[in-house]
């Protein structure tokens, strides 16, 4: 049975115009914790010249191959393992790469982590988007996002929705400026870097 997750089948076209637009250049994205595989088959089926390349932990694997297998597109490929911590990441080079509700998930060593992995794999000129909720000056942009926080702090403590400007001079520090920040449906963002 597939692994079926709602934020996925709520933001994949919002994502999709934007990605539509952004990845329009290029031919290979690595996505960075694909979860249920379900955004990879979206926007691979919807962006037939772009390679799709899936990630997660080992632990999700099955449920992405199940959405795979059952899509049987000839331009995504079967996930590979990728913990952010690892030094090198086992990925080549990539002209983008695409990461969705990730970074509140992970812990801010790993979001650093995180941009580090993406300095190194994604080559000169290239693109990443990355989609989710962050907060402004420090505040949160709603009293839905406030509570999400809550939610997930309790569930970990290392946890939690990101500032929009530290996250942006992380991405600095690995070549990465910021390019667009576009405002998306629930109170989220998607914010472009590309790679100096």
Avoid at 2 to 10: N, Q, R, T, V, W
Avoid at 121 to 136: A, H, I, S, W
Wanted: proline share 8%.
């Amino acid at each position: 049975m597939k692994p079926f997750s709602e934020a996925c089948a709520e933001n994949q076209d919002p994502i999709l115009a934007i990605l539509r637009e952004t990845f329009s250049a290029i031919g290979s994205v690595l996505e960075i914790g694909s979860g249920t595989g379900q955004h990879a088959v979206y926007f691979a089926r919807h962006l037939p010249l772009l390679s799709w390349q899936t990630s997660d932990l080992a632990a999700n694997h099955p449920g992405i191959h199940a959405w795979l297998d059952e899509a049987a597109l000839p331009n995504i490929r079967p996930p590979i393992t990728l913990d952010v911590n690892a030094n090198p990441w086992p990925v080549e080079p990539v002209e983008g790469v695409f990461s969705a509700n990730t970074l509140h998930i992970i812990s801010w060593p790993e979001v650093a982590q995180l941009f580090r992995g993406v300095g190194q794999v994604l080559l000169p000129g290239g693109v990443m988007c990355v989609y989710g909720p962050f907060n402004y000056g420090g505040e949160f942009t709603s009293s839905s996002n406030a509570r999400f926080d809550d939610w997930l702090k309790a569930r970990d403590p290392a946890s939690g929705v990101r500032d929009f400007e530290a996250v942006c001079a992380l991405a600095m520090q690995h070549g990465l400026n910021l390019t667009a920040d576009h405002a998306m449906p629930v109170n989220n963002r998607t914010l472009v870097f590309r790679k100096n």
